[in-house]
C-alpha cells in the first residue's frame, strides 16, 4: 500500500488525535450525516497543500481549528499529518517512509513538515507533483464534485485531465521557463542599455588614454629634471639651517645669560625707582646728622661757658651774708661746698644730653654708611643695566640677520614642498623619490647658488607644459579606462551568455510544449478508450469521448471589443446512450450524469494511476443496480490505486477491507470506531 495512514488533531471536528490506517485496497469511512466523514476528506485536501479555505468549507485558516464545546477546549493549532509508504521510491527522497504534515495556528501562520524537518509550501508541492498527487484533482472527489468533472467548463476540464496525466510537471517546468525567458529578455534589455550608456564615455576615456601616452614623455622629462632640482635643493636647505642653528646657539646662551643678570640688576634698583629712593633716605640721613653735629657743639660749647662762668658778685654777696651767719668754720665749708656744687650740677645737668646728641649722631652716621652704600650698589647695577642692555642690542642685531636668513630659508623651503606637492600632483610620486637621484656632497656644495635658480626656471616651465597636456589624474583615468573596458567585455560575456540562456530556454519551452502535446494526445488516447470501455459497462453499450476544441476569448480595450488571435483549448464530453437520442450532457438524468461523470473519473484514474484516490459519496444518487456495477468498477480500480471511499451505500461498504465508522456525540466531537473484515476472515478460518 502507498498510503499508510493519516492523523488528524485539532483539525475541525476531530478534537483529539486521531489515526485512520489504510492497509487494505479499499477503506471505507462511514457514518450518519454531520458526523465529520467529509472532514476525512479535507483533511487530505489540508495535509497536501490546499490553500483555498474556501474548499475545505471555511473562511479563514482559523475555522479549520477546533472550536471547542461546552466540556472541551478550543485548540489553538490543527495538524494533519500523512505516511506513505517510500520503499518504491515513489518520492524523490531518500527514506523507507515519508511523513508529510501541515500545521495551522490561530494566527493564520502555517508550517510544513516532511519527516519531522520544516520546509517550504513549494517543497511539499513539488515532492507531490513528482508522484502525481495534488492538493485538488481527479484523485480527491470531495462531496458533490463527483459532477464537477461533467458541468465545468471546458478549460477546467482540460486541466483536470492534464494534471491526472502528471503534465502538471512539465506545464510547471515551462511557466517557469518562460518566467525565466521573459527575466532573461528584461536582462538582455538592461544589459544592452547599460552598453549603450557606457559607450560614449568608454570612446571618451580612450581619447583622454592616447592624450596620456603623449604626455608621458613630458612627465619623464619632468621627473629627471625635478628629482635633480629636488636632491640639491633639500640639500641646501638641510645645510643652510644647521648653519643657522650652529650661527644662534652661542647669540642664544648669551642672550639668556644677560637676561639673568638684567633681571638681578633690575631686582637691585627695584625697576629704577631705587635709586631716588636711596638719595632721599641719603640727603635725609646728611641734613639729620649737621643737626645733630650743630647741637652737639651748642650745648658743649654752653658747659664750657658754664665751666668758665665768673660768679655774679650779687651771688657772692648772698653767700657772703648767709656764711656771715655761721660762727662755725665747718658749716661755712659745707655752704661754700654746697655752692659750688650747685653751680657744678647745672654743668653736668647738660652733658647727658650731649652724650644722647653724639650717641644718635653715630646711629645717624652708620645709616648714613649704609644709605650711601646702596646708593653705590644701586648705581653700579644701572651702570650694568646700561651695560647689558648695550651688549643685548649688538647680540639682537646679530640675531636679527640670523632671523632673517632663517626667515628667507623658511620662505625657500615653504616654496620648495610647495613646488613637491605640485610636482607630485603632475608626474607622480616617483618625482618625489630624488633621494635615490646619483649626485655628491662635492657636487652640490661646488656649485654656484645662479645655476639651481636656472634649474628651477626651467622646472617651471616643463610644469607649465604638463599642466596644459590635462595629465592630472592619469592613474585614475587609466584605471577607470581599464575599469569602464573591462565592464564592457564583461557585459558583452553577459550579454552573449544571455542570448545563449534565451536560445536555450526557447529550445526547453519548445520541448516542453511537445512533450506537453504528444504526452496529451496520448494520454487522451487512453482516457478515451477507458472512458468508451467502463461507460458500455455502466450503460450496457453506448458510446463515449473527450474532445479537444478551440474556442476564442474576447478582451476589452477601452470602448471596443477585438477577438485576441490566441484561442484557448478544452475538452468536450461527447456520449451517445444506447435507445435514447441525447444531444447534450444537459439532457442527461441525474443518475446518468452520475455514471458518465465515474465512468470518466475511474478512466482518467487507471490511465495513470495515483496512488491513492479519495470518493466522498460519489456513489450516493446511484440505484441498487448501478451501485452492484460501481463496487465492480471500484474493485477493479482497486488493483492500481489505493481507494478510501466515504460512503452510506451498503454494497460499496461490502467491497471495503476495513470499514471506519465515525460518530458524534452531544459536544461535537467525532470519535472512531474500526472493522477490519480481512483480519475478521483471517480468525474466522
Do not use: C
Request: glycine share 6%; hydrophobic share 40%.
Amino acid at each position: 500500500m502507498h498510503l499508510k495512514s493519516i492523523e488528524l488533531s485539532g483539525f475541525k471536528s476531530f478534537a483529539k488525535k486521531s489515526d485512520f490506517e489504510f492497509n487494505t485496497p479499499i477503506s471505507a469511512i462511514v457514518g450518519p450525516n454531520g458526523s465529520g466523514k467529509s472532514n476525512v476528506a479535507e483533511a487530505f485536501r489540508f495535509v497536501l497543500g490546499e490553500q483555498s479555505i474556501k474548499s475545505m468549507r471555511g473562511k479563514k485558516g482559523e475555522d479549520l481549528i477546533w472550536n471547542g464545546s461546552n466540556d472541551s477546549l478550543r485548540a489553538n493549532r490543527a495538524s494533519v499529518k500523512v505516511i506513505f509508504d517510500n520503499s518504491r521510491r515513489m518520492f524523490n527522497i531518500d527514506f523507507p517512509e515519508v511523513s508529510i504534515e501541515r500545521v495551522v495556528h490561530r494566527d493564520g501562520v502555517n508550517e510544513y513538515l516532511v519527516n519531522g524537518s520544516q520546509v517550504r509550501l513549494k517543497d511539499v508541492i513539488e515532492l507531490l507533483a513528482s508522484a502525481h498527487i495534488g492538493a485538488s484533482g481527479h484523485h480527491i472527489i470531495s462531496q458533490g464534485e463527483a459532477d464537477k468533472v461533467v458541468s465545468t467548463n471546458p478549460k477546467d476540464r482540460k486541466a483536470m485531465v492534464e494534471d491526472a496525466l502528471g503534465l502538471k510537471l512539465y506545464q510547471y517546468k515551462r511557466i517557469e521557463s518562460e518566467k525565466k525567458l521573459e527575466k532573461t529578455f528584461e536582462n538582455i534589455a538592461q544589459v544592452e542599455a547599460l552598453r549603450r550608456e557606457i559607450a560614449p564615455h568608454l570612446k571618451f576615456l580612450e581619447k583622454q588614454v592616447e592624450k596620456l601616452a603623449k604626455t608621458e614623455s613630458l612627465r619623464t622629462d619632468l621627473i629627471k629634471i625635478s628629482q635633480e632640482y629636488f636632491k640639491r635643493e633639500d640639500f641646501y636647505i638641510l645645510t643652510s639651517k644647521v648653519a643657522l642653528k650652529e650661527e644662534r646657539g652661542p647669540i642664544d646662551r648669551a642672550l639668556e645669560k644677560l637676561s639673568k643678570e638684567s633681571a638681578e640688576a633690575k631686582k637691585v634698583i627695584e625697576f629704577e625707582s631705587g635709586l631716588s629712593e636711596a638719595r632721599k633716605v641719603r640727603d635725609d640721613l646728611t641734613r639729620e646728622l649737621g643737626k645733630i653735629e650743630g647741637l652737639i657743639m651748642a650745648e658743649e660749647k654752653s658747659v664750657a661757658s658754664e665751666e668758665s662762668k665768673v660768679v655774679s658778685l650779687k651771688d657772692v654777696e648772698k653767700l657772703y651774708q648767709e656764711i656771715s651767719l655761721f660762727s662755725e668754720i665747718t658749716k661755712i665749708f659745707e655752704r661754700v661746698k654746697t655752692f659750688i656744687q650747685e653751680r657744678r650740677g647745672i654743668v653736668e645737668a647738660r652733658r647727658p644730653q650731649i652724650g644722647e646728641l653724639k650717641t644718635r649722631k653715630s646711629e645717624i652716621e652708620a645709616e648714613l654708611k649704609i644709605a650711601r652704600e646702596k646708593e653705590d650698589e644701586i648705581t653700579k647695577a644701572e651702570k650694568a643695566v646700561f651695560r647689558i642692555m648695550s651688549e643685548e642690542q649688538g647680540l639682537v642685531s646679530r640675531l636679527n640677520l640670523l632671523k632673517a636668513r632663517e626667515e628667507k630659508i623658511a620662505l625657500e623651503e615653504a616654496e620648495f614642498k610647495r613646488e613637491l606637492e605640485e610636482v607630485g600632483y603632475l608626474a607622480g610620486a616617483e618625482a618625489l623619490r630624488f633621494q635615490v637621484f646619483a649626485l655628491s656632497e662635492e657636487e652640490m656644495t661646488s656649485e654656484p647658488r645662479v645655476k639651481q635658480e636656472e634649474r628651477k626656471r626651467m622646472l617651471e616651465r616643463n610644469k607649465l607644459r604638463l599642466e596644459d597636456s590635462n595629465t592630472a589624474g592619469g592613474e585614475e583615468l587609466k584605471k577607470e579606462h581599464a575599469e569602464t573596458s573591462e565592464r564592457d567585455a564583461f557585459l558583452a560575456r553577459e550579454l552573449l551568455d544571455l542570448e545563449q540562456s534565451a536560445e536555450s530556454l526557447k529550445s526547453l519551452i519548445k520541448d516542453l510544449e511537445e512533450r506537453l502535446a504528444t504526452e496529451f494526445e496520448t494520454g487522451i488516447e487512453k482516457i478515451n478508450k477507458e472512458f468508451n470501455t467502463l461507460f458500455n459497462k455502466m450503460f450496457g453499450g453506448g458510446e463515449a469521448r473527450l474532445i479537444l476544441v478551440k474556442t476564442e476569448s474576447l478582451v476589452e480595450e477601452g470602448e471596443k471589443v477585438e477577438k485576441v488571435k490566441e484561442v484557448e483549448e478544452g475538452l468536450e464530453i461527447k456520449v451517445s446512450l444506447p435507445r435514447k437520442k441525447v444531444k447534450s450532457l444537459m439532457m442527461l438524468s441525474g443518475g446518468e450524469r452520475a455514471l458518465t461523470s465515474i465512468a470518466l473519473i475511474f478512466a482518467i484514474s487507471q490511465v495513470n494511476p495515483p496512488p491513492f484516490i479519495i470518493l466522498d459519496e460519489t456513489d450516493a444518487a446511484l440505484d441498487e443496480a448501478n451501485s452492484k456495477k460501481y463496487g465492480d468498477l471500484v474493485e477493479e480500480l482497486s488493483k492500481k490505486s489505493q481507494l478510501i471511499l466515504i460512503t452510506h451505500n451498503r454494497e460499496t461498504m461490502s467491497r471495503a477491507g476495513i470499514i471506519y465508522g465515525v460518530t458524534m456525540a452531544g459536544n461535537g466531537v467525532s470519535k472512531l470506531l474500526s472493522i477490519s473484515f480481512d483480519e475478521a476472515v483471517e480468525v474466522a478460518k
